[in-house]
């Protein structure tokens, strides 16, 4: 158990819907970063939260939203879901944001599929 | 910019052996931290080890060690006494810094097969 909690697990939706992923990192942990996972992009980074802060966007759609609360859980809001946005979603934490050190623990990740 | 290159799509290993699974990396970053992580069929993506670039030994962590060669960017994952619980697709991974932030860039890949 890597300490980072994502809910839900497994989603199914239909195409132009909504959804929203939730992620607690580790007790703790300050940085919170969500990962998309799909067979033909591999691992792409979306976006790092740094103590409620953005701090990187990576090749996040427009579509796509995240923030991080005050109590550091962060939630990714997927919006005019498309059959392409169907993934396993990760979201990871590490205690600090910088540097070579700090391990990055993942969550199980949450297995959307947009029919 | 930041890259990982695993040149190995599939390994396969009988059970008990030693495996090597090769990762390079390209950066001008001066400090850095290359990891491994091995996702089962089920999804979950498990941390194995890490290695810092100022880290003067190379990493171990039970029956897995990472063999650093820094001047050649290579940072191999060494898995001893393989196990069939290991049959699992393996990413390594480099912390890349981003404008004061940072991420992880991952590989493609390699897809480990333990035969009994």
């Known amino acids: 158990d890597s300490g980072v909690t994502q809910t839900p697990k497994h989603l199914i939706t239909a195409t132009g819907q909504r959804v929203t992923l939730r992620c607690s990192p580790r007790?703790?942990?300050?940085?919170v970063y969500w990962y998309q996972q799909s067979l033909d992009q591999g691992l792409q980074f979306l976006i790092h939260?740094?103590?409620?802060?953005?701090?990187a966007k990576g090749n996040i759609l427009e579509r796509f939203s995240a923030q991080q609360f005050p109590d550091l859980h962060s939630e990714l809001n997927l919006s005019s879901l498309e059959l392409g946005d169907s993934a396993l979603y990760f979201c990871?934490?590490?205690?600090?944001?910088?540097?070579?050190?700090?391990?990055?623990?993942f969550g199980e990740g949450s297995w959307l599929t947009v029919v | 910019a930041q890259k990982i290159t695993q040149t190995q799509p599939g390994m396969f290993v009988q059970e008990k052996e030693a495996v090597t699974l090769d990762c390079t990396y390209d950066?001008?970053?001066?400090?850095?931290?290359l990891f491994w992580y091995k996702q089962p069929s089920s999804g979950e993506m498990i941390f194995l080890i890490y290695?810092?670039?100022?880290?003067?030994q190379n990493a171990t962590e039970g029956r897995y060690s990472l063999n650093f060669q820094k001047a050649r960017k290579s940072a191999n994952l060494v898995i001893s006494a393989s196990q069939l619980g290991d049959s699992a697709m393996y990413f390594c991974?480099?912390?890349?810094?981003?404008?004061?932030?940072?991420?992880?860039?991952f590989g493609k890949g390699t897809k480990l097969t333990v035969n009994p």
């Open positions: 990871a934490s590490s205690s600090t944001t910088g540097g070579s050190g700090n391990t990055i623990y």
């Open positions: 007790s703790g942990d300050l940085s």
């Open positions: 939260y740094y103590n409620g802060e953005e701090r």
């Open positions: 950066t001008s970053d001066p400090s850095y931290g």
């Open positions: 290695q810092g670039s100022y880290d003067q």
């Open positions: 991974a480099m912390r890349a810094t981003q404008g004061g932030s940072e991420k992880l860039v």
